[in-house]
């Protein structure tokens, strides 16, 4: 599942749809028959399963949201998860473990027959001559003749679970449960925490740059500059574009005005009033974005104007930002400050804490590893450099998932294990993400601390 198919209306749906399924396995478990216990054990590992997927997903939207609109939403999955996991389940757990201690056995009620699914008997139906389907009666009698024929024809009717696989499966389930159940805590914990000012200047700077790469932003960035042009028979005077700029701030609500006009020229102050009005309606939040890139776009043009000879990139580049927040960035500048990371690689895979800082400073315009490999590995970059590890996007990619998910600086030793225990990654060391979060501390130090033209 991809971002883009993902809804929080199926969300919110399924995990009540859980809840209730672990309910009915937990009341009906004793009275089930062994084939309905390995139907509703593989049916329920399927829906858990599935919806830590979407669990990952939403952390990375939940991250990415100034607004912090999950907030309700956290406190309710929190607490029903809570008392489902904690207070039913666990128990039920206990109760099972117990007695099979004592048995040596998990499994349902034994009966001699099984009801047949749709599915298993209509194939089998064709080759049995004149079978009336009309009634209970007749399609009882029909799935016993359907029987003897798979019988005489060495079927196997039901594919078999031990009792050990139904205990393993359990146990599969619950750490699932666990794993969603922690979701919602870090995730209530996110959404009533002060917003660090770091990560939300660059929670503010992912949204800009959304939006401006987005085919419906960059659309409305385009008409508004071409409208300029239009309105002022094609020529842009650094007067008209200052004049511009001051007519922004009727495009922002009302309410984000102030913060607007006061701070539009310094983010870390803006971020700090937004995070003051406390709830943002996301509507207005996405009219501010547009507004703050129209000013972006518009100091764009000031630039061309004042350096035009700024406007030639020296360097070949398909990965990083050439503005950032209305500031140019100079290339050749932010190769030295790579630079300066490059003695702590010592592996190739280093290379991806190379990359999670510079995604944390918002300087990517992809996140498509393979371009960064080549870009980084090009004899303009630092291909030819004696001493350089080389690397491939494949080196990055092994490690999508939990530490792509949101930056280094949240990654966390408890989460990590149990993530590791959730999506088996086996290839992955119980201390990679200590290991990672402080090579990532270092490389940031390192480039924080290059001088600035």
Sequence with gaps: ?????????????????????????????????????????????????????????????????????????????????????????????????????????????????????????????????????????????????????????????YPGITHKERMWMLFEIYTLLCYLLRHFIRMDELTHEKMDLDEGRQMLLAHLKRFAESPEGSRELERYIESLRFDHDGLLTEQLLRTAQKELRKEVPQRLQLCFMRHIDDLDALVDDLAELGEIDMEDFCELIAAICKWQLLARELENLSRPQLTVEELPNQVFCTMLHDKRIDLRQLRERIRRMLPLVKRKNHWFCVWSVLRFRNLLTTEKFETFAQQMMSPEWFGSEPGVIPFTGDTLREYSGYFTDCLYTRWNAKDYQLYLATHRKRKWSPTLCDRFTRLCMEMDEEYRSAPED
């Design 1 to 157: 599942m991809t971002d883009q198919e993902f809804s929080y209306e199926v969300f919110d749906r399924q995990i009540q749809a859980l809840i209730n399924q672990g309910m009915l396995l937990v009341q009906g478990c004793d009275d089930m028959t062994t084939m309905e216990l390995n139907l509703d054990l593989k049916s329920f590992y399927i829906k858990a399963s599935k919806l830590c997927v979407m669990a990952d997903i939403d952390f990375r939207l939940q991250h990415e949201n100034f607004c912090r609109e999950r907030a309700q939403q956290n406190i309710d999955f929190r607490n029903e998860m809570t008392l489902f996991v904690v207070g039913i389940f666990s128990p039920f757990i206990n109760r099972t473990v117990a007695r099979y201690q004592t048995d040596g056995r998990f499994e349902g009620v034994k009966a001699d027959l099984f009801p047949y699914s749709i599915s298993e008997v209509m194939p089998w139906f064709k080759e049995v001559p004149e079978i009336n389907f009309d009634g209970i009666d007749t399609t009882i009698e029909a799935a016993r003749i359907v029987e003897k024929e798979m019988k005489k024809k060495g079927v196997v009717q």
